[in-house]
């Protein structure tokens, strides 16, 4: 009986997984972002209001651009000095056409005003069927948190956050640190993340697509590097894709901070994919220049006579599941503390350290 | 001939450099801000050829993410307070005591205290390259919490906003200088309605300085006490970030007017000496500049459309942002029906002042579109805003400033500028800053943020960020055409005489450079253009009345 669950645990596990894998192959595109990510290629109805404001009011701007500018025209070619004793009549100005050059800009105005207050409208309420995302923004990735389900995911773990497309979407957004911009173009305009509050932007009529996603809001070193995709699918492709999400969840074991904890043999090819998933090529530099941390360069031959009492594995698996207890001089001890608690597994774990023993 | 009626004396003795280190002169406090404006500004594009060539490309270029966060903070920190600020002040600094007939400004010693101020907060701004972890990487905005010890534990920010505190109290020193001279000091007839125009537009300006820039000041200090003190003014929780915002933009929105107000004062002054003709709608002019000085204080928060505002003050800023744009569409129509029905001679200060006017148009309209709330949504922070802002400051303000140094510098120095030059100066920075600034816009469309050390190939960016950093190349190229123009002048030396354009204002009634007090004897106005009268007077023709 408990051997049969266990069988049925692994298919369940196996199934899950290939969802995933073939659903994320298929729905994401080749290319890892999106071309560009103009909201006048809207994937939402509210992206679409950037349209209906933005062609109209670029008519206008060309019609008075197109007039000031031929009236300058007009004054160049026209009045250029013919001889040096030209003397024009020496007009002070027009009432009228003062009069006139104030009232139809400020007309234009009062119109503009007229439309934006409308659209504006549209915009305020966020629907109340609308499914909840709290977006938590950190120096430098973004947290998923969705809450019917309780799934969190990471933008460097996956640059991957699915929503479906049958009902609007409400993306709550705050921040742990400082001040980031959630962004994502084709579906609406950005809401800035800020520590100790919570701001809310939302889509509806989301079409199925893929969705790229960034930070607005300059947020220190690697502002430009908080990327990611909205990938927008039909409710049973969702459906799917959140199951086997919260299966991969719940199947994950972190490793702890134990240094004694038996690891599993490492696999280096999958421990170099984890390092750079993992957001450790965000501070560590393979090339020997100093990012936020030391340089990776070398760790091979580094790791071992670090410490008297550790062996190379020992040092390599205490510097990332606890990595206050030995930092390198020089350096401050700024890296986060939960790769233990929450985010590697013990075969995770053991695939990194065998890639770190690999760089030379 | 001017001078034949207000007859000046030349400079005799050669200044020594205690002269210049001691001097409480106008014209030579002027001149060091000028100079002191242009060293900032070589520096302010050197940062900013640093960016553009780091941007050309996807990939790293030149610099590292650190350093390229560093180079774009100061980069825009230098540019705004320590070249177009001081370059304004020094143009006002020379030619207002001039224009209103007085033989220097109100306070002499305040005046110097200014400059030397602003020399001292450019070496402390500049001096936190040397501190470890090198300059602050906050942008010019610094918003909280960024700079927070916790995000930035460097000295470098605490030498940037005490810089900031120092170079802001020159400021309101030199505002209220400003102020008390040109509403004390002027010429017997010199009536607030014969003002010239640049002098009106730096009144306007010096009480915008002296309203906005002690918020800014205090914000500062709110900030060092916050790293230092622990005070909690801008913290989460506690404090609050987005007070920040609001107190740094409550200045930071009319310093926009205080870069820009200027610029078209310089411009109100040269179209009617180049058109012959007298400023179309002198008063509205005046009363546009002072609209626009009382607007700019109503429309802060358009900078916080993303904060999450409340819907009543979304509706305020978003109408009070609109309203704005009305004062200086009536200014555009102004200048150019100045031009219309004029006699057009285009010299190199008309060309840049043309360049200002079409330049400016489109920064003036790029400006409406992000009044438009759910627009704004989407272009905030991006590459559109970097267009829009220097469309208004490079295509206006810089456009205006070069042609106030083609303009005036014969009358600082005494020499004229070689036309040939100023005329490939004038068309290399065109087609450059175009070439630069126009692409932006679409890149901000197309969805690239602004502060981006890097980018992906595949948004498909590339193009226009090689096309700007072309451009920026050509600006660079424009600048050292300028710079040898300025050379081979003055080893040409030909003399300008005290009135080389007709003009129409009292600084053309002196001798070129003017004597240490000016004038000989003060003069009395009974026009707006009391040169040109005295010039008409002189050949025997008629002067007709004016309007004031």
């Known amino acids: ?360 | 001939m001017a001078a034949t009626t207000y007859p000046g004396s030349a400079v005799t003795r050669r200044a020594s450099l205690v002269d210049w280190l001691t001097t409480v002169d106008h014209k030579k406090i002027g001149i060091m801000y000028v100079i002191l404006a242009f060293l900032f500004f070589a520096a302010g594009g050197t940062l900013a050829l640093l960016i553009r060539w780091e941007l050309a490309l996807p990939g790293q270029q030149l610099l590292d993410a650190d350093q390229y966060n560093k180079v774009f903070s100061m980069h825009g920190t230098t540019m705004i307070f320590l070249f177009v600020i001081p370059m304004l002040v020094g143009l006002g600094n020379y030619f207002v005591p001039l224009q209103i007939g007085a033989r220097d400004m109100a306070f002499p010693r305040l005046n110097a205290l200014s400059l030397w101020m602003t020399v001292g907060g450019g070496i402390l701004l500049y001096s936190s390259w040397l501190v470890p972890g090198g300059a602050a990487a906050i942008g010019w905005t610094g918003y909280a919490p960024l700079t927070s010890t916790t995000f930035s534990p460097s000295s470098s920010v605490d030498l940037w906003a005490i810089g900031l505190i120092v170079l802001g109290s020159a400021s309101t020193a030199g505002a209220v200088n400003f102020i008390v001279t040109t509403l004390n000091m002027r010429a017997p007839g010199m009536t607030m309605w014969r003002l010239p125009l640049f002098t009106w537009s730096v009144l306007v300006t010096a009480f915008m300085v002296l309203l906005a820039t002690p918020m800014l000041s205090g914000a500062l200090a709110m900030q060092l006490a916050d790293r230092n003190l622990g005070t909690q003014f801008f913290v989460p929780e506690s404090g609050d970030p987005v007070l920040w915002q609001h107190l740094f933009w409550f200045y930071s929105h009319p310093a926009v007017y205080i870069m820009v107000v200027p610029a078209m004062g310089v411009i109100s002054e040269i179209l009617p000496v180049f058109s012959r003709k007298p400023i179309f709608g002198y008063s509205a002019i005046v009363w546009s500049s002072i609209a626009i000085g009382v607007l700019g204080f109503t429309t802060w928060a358009h900078h916080m459309f993303t904060t999450g505002l409340s819907p009543l003050l979304e509706s305020f800023f978003i109408l009070s942002t609109m309203i704005i744009a009305v004062p200086t569409g009536v200014k555009m129509f102004n200048w150019i029906f100045t031009m219309i029905g004029g006699s057009l001679k285009f010299d190199t200060p008309l060309l840049f002042s043309i360049g200002f006017l079409s330049m400016f148009l489109i920064g003036g309209l790029s400006g409406v579109f992000q009044a438009v709330l759910p627009l704004d949504r989407q272009l905030h922070d991006t590459y559109w805003v970097v267009a829009h802002f220097h469309y208004v400051i490079f295509g206006g303000t810089v456009f205006g400033l070069v042609a106030g140094a083609y303009y005036w510098l014969p009358k600082m120095f005494g020499f004229k500028l070689g036309e040939g030059l100023g005329k490939i100066h004038f068309w290399l920075m065109f087609i450059g800053f175009n070439l630069t600034f126009f692409p932006m816009h679409i890149l901000g469309l197309l969805g690239m943020p602004r502060r981006y050390f890097d980018y992906p190939a595949e948004r498909g960016w590339t193009e226009y960020n090689l096309a700007a950093t072309i451009g920026a190349f050509i600006i660079l190229l424009a600048f050292l055409v300028f710079l040898v123009n300025v050379i081979m002048s003055a080893i040409r030396r030909e003399p300008a005489g005290d009135d080389p354009w007709e003009g129409n204002t009292l600084e053309w009634a002196t001798t070129s450079p003017p004597p240490v007090h000016n004038f000989d004897r003060i003069p009395v106005v009974s026009s707006l253009r009391p040169v040109r009268d005295a010039r008409l007077r002189l050949a025997g023709e008629p002067v007709e009345d004016e309007l004031h």
């Open chain 1, 1 to 360: 009986m408990k051997k049969d669950h266990r069988v049925v645990l692994r298919l369940r596990r196996a199934a899950a997984v290939l969802f995933a894998t073939v659903l994320v192959a298929v729905l994401v595109p080749l290319q890892a972002f999106a071309a560009p990510p103009t909201p006048l290629r809207p994937g939402s109805g509210n992206a679409a209001v950037f349209g209906a404001l933005f062609w109209p009011i670029l008519a206008i701007a060309t019609v008075v651009f197109v007039l000031v500018e031929g009236l300058l025209i007009f004054a160049i070619v026209r009045y250029r000095r013919r001889y040096d004793d030209d003397t024009p009549v020496q007009v002070h100005g027009n009432n009228t056409l003062e009069l006139i050059w104030t009232i139809i800009p400020a007309l234009i105005m009062a119109v503009l005003f007229a439309m934006t207050l409308v659209e504006l409208q549209k915009e305020r309420n966020t629907p109340p069927d609308a499914m909840r995302i709290e977006v938590t923004g950190h120096q430098w990735y973004w947290e998923f948190y969705y809450p019917e389900t309780g799934l969190k995911l990471d933008s460097r773990t996956t640059t991957s956050f699915f929503i479906p497309t049958d009902r609007p979407v409400a993306f709550e957004v705050t921040s742990k640190d400082v001040i980031h911009s959630f962004w994502v173009p084709q579906l609406n305009g950005k809401m800035d993340a800020i520590p100790g509050r919570v701001n809310t932007v939302w889509a509806g009529d989301v079409k199925p697509g893929t969705y790229a996603g960034q930070c607005a809001e300059f947020c220190g070193l690697r502002h430009y590097n908080m990327l990611f995709n909205i990938i927008a699918v039909t409710p049973e492709d969702f459906d799917v894709w959140m199951q086997a999400q919260v299966f991969l969840a719940s199947q994950f074991r972190p490793v702890g901070t134990d240094i004694e904890a038996p690891l599993p043999s490492g696999e280096a090819t999958s421990g170099e994919a984890l390092f750079v998933a993992q957001g450790c090529v965000a501070c560590h530099s393979l090339d020997g220049s100093t990012l936020v941390g030391p340089s990776m360069q070398g760790m091979a031959g580094r790791a071992e006579g670090r410490s008297t009492e550790l062996s190379a594995e020992q040092y390599l698996h205490q510097s990332i599941v606890l990595p206050c207890e030995y930092v390198v001089d020089g350096f401050a001890c700024v890296m986060p503390q939960n790769f233990g608690t929450e985010k590697l597994d013990a075969q995770a774990l053991a695939d990194l350290i065998a890639y770190l023993e690999t760089l030379e």
